[in-house]
Structure formats: structure tokens, C-alpha cells
């Protein structure tokens, strides 16, 4: 089976910063897979390369067989991929129903059964559809977050640590969400909850100082004591 | 502070004067102070849709503003030595003078504000440093071009009969020219907000004045819609010049850059990417302006820059500014 993307020794810089060093992820399509990694291991610079907020230096990165490093970020978008960034990046003074429509790039009856599906998911976005963004609390703004990148047909969703700064009981309901939605979608997953990420990945890759180290089934990094001590310090 | 504080700031600096000016004077100022502020409105919406959506200082913007009065200020010339559409005591003629005159005022500025746009500020996405020396560099070249084309010195504008001299209302002497800046001003506004409030291109707009790089990762292309946005802008910069001309009766080359000055402070006063709150900043400007002219001649540039930071004191954000 071809790799969905592919991601091939990829150096990035931040100003005069190297902070990718040459990371190289295969993402199969129907899996969830997710990167881990401390804090600063280069997870996030990763995802925004991938989505070309950030281009590389050197390396390719591959949708669909299909180089796609050079492409700004809205055209990598208008490929099939969304985005849910660190920190949700919802539009605050917007209401809940703007942010859909704005994330919402093709009004057709897929996008509104995807919707329709989405708000089944996450009840309070209808709820409160007439609020503004901003006024919604934590768990509500990363299921809107969520809920935007969704709304089209993407074939891939990159998210970037959902479970952030959320209450336990939130990130139950957001495990038994994502786990839904990955029966549509392909799914590249940055989370420092292990325990989440175990429950939803199927593979994983370990970055460590802007490299990818270490690659396989989740199930075998969960049996694997030293190696999760080793990189994640668990 | 509440989301009201901001209109009862303006209130206050509204009916405060009272206090000090006679009532019929303080009308006459009043009118006068609005349709300045409407002026410099024109001026500073385009502006702090520009600053808010790309994060873009356009100095260029009071360039495009002087080339606005002159466009309009030559069709109006054109017009009435042919027909003699300005002198002439019908108002069909004055007031298609000045339909023609605000149109070309408006393509002449889009056309600029596309160039400048593309070749000036593209280039520089994102470096503020590069922004304020290359479109400063682009202020100074379009102004020469105005004394090349048109001449270094003062000219006079015809103005419209129908717009001249004022109306005589309980004794109150109402100038026709402000309450026609004041008229326009007040639509621009209308539209804007219908335009930003009710079309999928404003929604897209607002949202990427929030946050420009959710917008383009959500795969809107946001350099499409900015060159858009800047068009927008100098158009609404280039009809402001021309209604400053037509209020001073006069066009010089340098006209813009003053005005800049104040649509700036507007925009930091009212919060940059605010249209509402350049609306607010720019009558709060217009009004305390005209008051402590009258008042204390001396203090009158002043007490924009004292307003500015007494604003910024409680407000760093400005009036309505969400805070980034």
C-alpha cells in the first residue's frame, strides 16, 4: 500500500535556527499515527512544515506521491489536509457559526453531513453557535478547532496536542470524538498525553532534537519500557 | 471596562465643551468637527483594514490620498471649463461633477493602491522596518510625480454651486460641504460594515485580520484578498482626498501627508484592524480638534497626541482593539 504522505529528511530553520534536522515520517492512509517527543523536539515544526506555514531547507515532503514543500499553506490545504494548531488558532471575535463558515471551503452536501456529523460529536457547538468564540471555554474552543478542519472532505488531519491545558473528563470526551472521526480521515496526531495517544494511535514516531529516532506499531512503544524512558522520560 | 465605555468616552468629549462654548458657536464647530473627522475616517478605515489584515504600515496611504484630490480635482476642471458643470446653477450638473470627479478620485487610487500593492509592499511582508522605508521611498516619488504633472503650488478647486456656502438654519450657519462629508462619510461606514458583517469576503476578511495564518492553513488564498483589501482602501483614501480639496477648496502635494498623521493616531486610537472603532477614534479627533482650536488655538495638534495617549493608558488596544 502507497503512503498517504511522506515526509523524507526534512531541515527546516526558524530564523537562523536549525531546528529540524532531518525528520522523515511515512504516513499510511486509514491510521492514526502520532509524534512524540519533549518539548522542543521539533513536533510542531514538523506539522507547520508539513502544512507549509514553514518551508524546508533541504528534504521533500510527498502528498499523495506529489511534492507539496514549496506550496504555501493554502494551497497545501486545498489539497485535502486541515489543520488544528497548538492553541486551536479559533477566530475569538467571531461567533461559532462564522468559524465554521470561514473554515467551511465548499458549501456542498458532503460538507453539511460532515457538519451534521461533527455537531453529533460535539452537541455544544450548535448549543452555542451564536456565541462568540472566544467566550467558550477550553474544551469547547479545541472541539470548534477540530470541528473546522473536519467540515470539508479532508483526506488528512494533522492536530497538534488536542489535550493541552484540558481537564481530564474533556480529554475522555475528546479521545471517544477523535476516535470517531478517524474512521473519515487519515490522522497525524503531535500529543504529550501518553495515555491518550496509546489509546488512539495505531503507530507512532519518536523526534528527538529535530530527528526522527525511533518508528513503529504504538502497541509495541507501550510494552517498551526503556525506550519510553529513554525519549519521553515516562 | 465594558464595550460601552468607548461611546461614552466620545459622549463626554462631545458635550463637555458645552461648558466653555456658546451654544450656536459650538453647533458650527460641531458640524465642522464631523465632517473632519469623517474626512479623516476615509482615510483611516482603509488603513487599519490594511495594518490589521497583513500587519502592513502603508505610509504610501497619504500619497494615495494627494493623488485622489488631484485625479478628482482635474476631472472637475476638465468638466467645467467644457461644460461648465461646477459653475453652472443646476444641480443635475453639480451633482454628476461631482459623482464623475469622486469616480475618477476612486479608479485613479485603486489602480495606484494595486501597484503599490504588488511592487512595493509584497516584497516586504512581514519586516516593518522594510515597510516604513519603501513606502515612505513610494510617498516621496508619487509626490514629486504630482508637482511634475501638476505643478508645485497651490491650486484652486472648483466647487460645485449647489455644494457652496452654507445653510442658515435658526441662526445656526450650517456649511454645505462638511454635511456632505458628513453624508458620505456616514455611508462609507454603512457599506463597510455590510460589507465586512454580511458577505462571506468581509467574514473572510475579519477572520484573517484576527489571524491571517489560521485563514490561509484553513486554504484561502490571503494575498488575493488583501490586494482586495489595500484596492479598497486607496480607493476610500483617494474619495477622502478629493472631499478634503473640495473642503478647503484648494489641492497641494503634500495634502496627505498631514492627514496621515491623524488617520494614524485614528487607528491606534480606535484599534488597529476596527472599522468601528476608526469610525469612533476619527470623530473623537474631528471634534476635540475643532473645540480646543476655538478654544486654545495653540493647543489644537496637541490634544490629538494627548487623546492618543491618554487612550492608550487604559485602553492599550485601543477603543475597540482585540487584544493580539
Redesign the interface.
Known amino acids: 500500500m502507497t503512503d498517504l504522505l511522506e515526509v523524507e529528511d526534512v531541515h527546516t530553520y526558524i530564523g537562523q535556527h536549525h531546528i529540524l534536522q532531518g525528520v522523515s515520517l511515512r504516513i499510511r492512509p486509514d491510521a492514526v499515527t502520532v509524534l512524540l517527543g519533549r518539548n522542543g523536539a521539533g513536533k510542531t515544526t514538523t506539522m507547520r512544515t508539513i502544512m507549509g506555514v514553514l518551508h524546508p531547507r533541504r528534504g521533500a515532503v510527498r502528498f499523495d506521491g506529489r511534492p507539496i514543500h514549496a506550496l504555501p499553506p493554502f494551497a497545501v490545504a486545498r489539497l485535502g489536509i486541515g489543520y488544528v494548531p497548538e492553541g486551536q488558532g479559533i477566530f475569538a471575535t467571531l461567533t461559532v457559526e462564522e468559524n465554521l463558515r470561514v473554515a467551511t471551503l465548499a458549501d456542498s452536501a458532503e460538507s453539511r453531513e460532515r457538519l451534521r456529523r461533527i455537531v453529533e460529536l460535539f452537541p455544544d457547538l450548535d448549543r452555542f453557535r451564536h456565541a462568540r468564540a472566544g467566550t467558550l471555554s477550553g474544551g469547547q474552543k479545541q472541539m470548534l478547532s477540530i470541528a473546522r478542519a473536519f467540515v470539508n472532505p479532508t483526506r488528512l488531519l494533522l492536530i497538534d496536542e488536542p489535550s493541552k491545558g484540558l481537564a481530564p473528563i474533556v480529554v475522555e470526551h475528546l479521545v471517544e470524538a477523535l476516535r470517531a472521526m478517524k474512521r473519515h480521515s487519515t490522522v497525524v496526531l503531535v500529543e504529550q498525553n501518553f495515555a491518550m495517544a496509546s489509546a488512539l494511535a495505531d503507530e507512532y514516531y519518536l523526534i528527538d532534537d529535530g530527528r526522527t529516532v525511533h518508528a513503529g506499531a504504538m502497541a509495541a512503544l507501550v510494552a517498551d519500557h526503556a525506550l519510553k524512558r529513554k525519549y519521553l522520560g515516562l | 471596562m465594558s464595550r460601552r465605555a468607548p461611546l461614552l468616552v466620545t459622549l463626554v468629549a462631545f458635550l463637555l465643551p458645552l461648558l466653555w462654548i456658546e451654544p450656536r458657536t459650538y453647533l458650527t464647530l460641531t458640524v465642522a468637527g464631523l465632517a473632519m473627522g469623517m474626512l479623516i475616517f476615509l482615510v483611516a478605515s482603509g488603513l487599519t483594514l490594511i495594518f490589521g489584515l497583513m500587519d502592513v504600515l502603508n505610509f504610501a496611504h497619504g500619497a494615495l490620498f494627494s493623488w485622489g484630490a488631484y485625479a478628482g480635482f482635474t476631472a472637475a476642471v476638465l468638466l467645467n471649463q467644457r461644460w461648465g458643470w461646477a459653475a453652472a446653477p443646476s444641480v443635475a450638473a453639480n451633482v454628476s461633477l461631482l459623482v464623475i470627479a469622486l469616480a475618477a478620485a476612486a479608479a485613479v487610487t485603486v489602480g495606484l493602491g494595486i501597484l503599490v500593492e504588488r511592487v512595493i509592499v509584497r516584497p516586504v511582508y512581514g519586516q516593518h522596518l522594510f515597510q516604513i522605508l519603501i513606502t515612505l521611498g513610494a510617498t516621496i516619488v508619487l509626490e514629486e510625480l504630482i508637482r511634475i504633472v501638476w505643478g508645485p503650488n497651490d491650486q484652486v478647486v472648483p466647487v460645485p454651486a449647489t455644494f457652496q456656502g452654507s445653510w442658515d438654519i435658526a441662526d445656526i450657519v450650517v456649511l454645505k460641504i462638511p454635511v456632505l462629508a458628513i453624508v458620505l462619510g456616514a455611508a462609507v461606514y454603512a457599506g463597510m460594515l455590510g460589507l465586512l458583517n454580511r458577505t462571506?469576503v468581509g467574514?473572510?476578511v475579519?477572520?484573517g485580520v484576527?489571524?491571517n495564518?489560521?485563514?490561509?492553513?484553513?486554504?484561502?488564498?490571503?494575498y488575493r484578498y488583501f490586494t482586495g483589501v489595500f484596492a479598497a482602501g486607496s480607493a476610500l483614501a483617494g474619495a477622502g482626498g478629493l472631499m478634503w480639496a473640495l473642503f478647503s477648496q484648494s489641492v497641494r502635494p503634500a495634502m496627505g501627508g498631514e492627514q496621515l498623521i491623524f488617520a494614524f493616531i485614528v487607528v491606534i486610537i480606535g484599534g488597529l484592524g476596527s472599522v468601528t472603532g476608526s469610525l469612533v477614534g476619527a470623530l473623537l479627533v474631528g471634534l476635540s480638534y475643532n473645540y480646543v482650536a476655538f478654544l486654545v488655538p495653540k493647543a489644537a495638534i496637541g490634544v490629538t497626541m494627548g487623546l492618543m495617549v491618554l487612550i492608550l493608558l487604559f485602553r492599550p488596544a485601543g477603543l475597540y482593539g482585540?487584544a493580539r
Open positions: 462571506r467574514l473572510i475579519r477572520a484576527e489571524n495564518e489560521m485563514v490561509q492553513v484553513m486554504g484561502h488564498n490571503i482585540a
